[in-house]
DNA sequence: CTTGACCTTCACATAGATGTCAAAGTTTAG
DNA sequence: CTAAACTTTGACATCTATGTGAAGGTCAAG
């Protein structure tokens, strides 16, 4: 599909796709014309990059991110140096602290909307998924 | 406590310190002097902070958030206007979908290191919390 | 053939968090 | 008293992701 496309589906600006490109983290065919061709998966592709984007990370991170998914058995331990190893691990443990802050901060939103005489605002599942201890 | 030790203890630089509080997300008292004097309890307040600024959330979003804390019955329903209670809906919103995000790419680092004949890079609590399916 | 809706690249502007530095007051150690 | 180590405010720079617009090529519909 063609980038206008491609941003109607997702949502994001061609401005935003082009930069993704550029940023090494999604790639695209070019018709004969020059124009971006893109397989249907750069549409899961965006919408992930988007979501790590907006938890934070840094493009860098999110390239070495994408680089490692769908890797396997010998193709893994060639690519995979001490060094990147040490990298990845460094990575694995900002996300557990980031997602550690984000789960508390989201306990907090939801018990104080639970309590707030105004849980119609919550999604069904909030209210199901949260059997809080009666006052 | 002043700036000095503040930023010593978190590891925060004093101009980020000021900023915070310049954006409502954290207090000080002033010494006759004018010097910012701080409660022990701003080293997690700042460290919170921190987490959450690392997970893309705005310092107005932060300040949304840490308004709510310990905010209780009377107090609660005042405080809670129906158009507040919105906005947190949708925060909350956010905040599952940046976590779920976080999640799964946690998973796949994870799994890529334990498969990568690297694993010793671990912290024990990875490989222990993960039982990975045997291949 | 022209118009409108695409696409291309390139450049410049903005917003938010952060770095850095300057000028000046305060406090403590020597 | 003076020097060193704090503190204050304020200005200006930087980085990253993003907005915006210009100048021009492509293509399908009329």
Redesign the interface.
């Given at each position: 599909m063609r980038i206008g496309e491609l941003s109607r589906r997702t949502g994001v600006p061609t401005r935003m796709l082009r930069y993704y490109e550029e940023q090494g983290l999604i790639a695209s065919e070019r018709r004969s014309n020059g124009y971006r061709d893109y397989p249907e998966s750069a549409v899961a592709a965006v919408e992930?990059i988007r979501?790590?984007?907006?938890?934070?990370?840094t493009t860098r991170v999110i390239r070495l991110?994408l680089g490692?998914?769908g890797?396997?058995g010998e193709e893994?331990?060639r690519t995979?140096s001490?060094n990147l190893?040490?990298s990845?691990?460094a990575?694995?443990?900002?996300?557990?602290?980031?997602?550690?802050?984000?789960?508390r901060?989201?306990d907090?939103?939801?018990e104080?909307?639970v309590?707030?005489?105004?849980a119609e605002?919550?999604?069904d599942a909030?209210v199901v998924l949260a059997p809080v201890a009666a006052d």
């Open positions: 992930q979501g790590l984007l907006s938890s934070g990370l991110l490692m998914e890797v396997e893994l331990a995979c001490r190893a040490e990845l691990a990575e694995l443990d900002a996300l557990e602290a980031k997602i550690g802050c984000l789960t901060s989201r907090t939103v939801r104080f909307l309590r707030s005489r105004h605002v919550l999604g909030h």
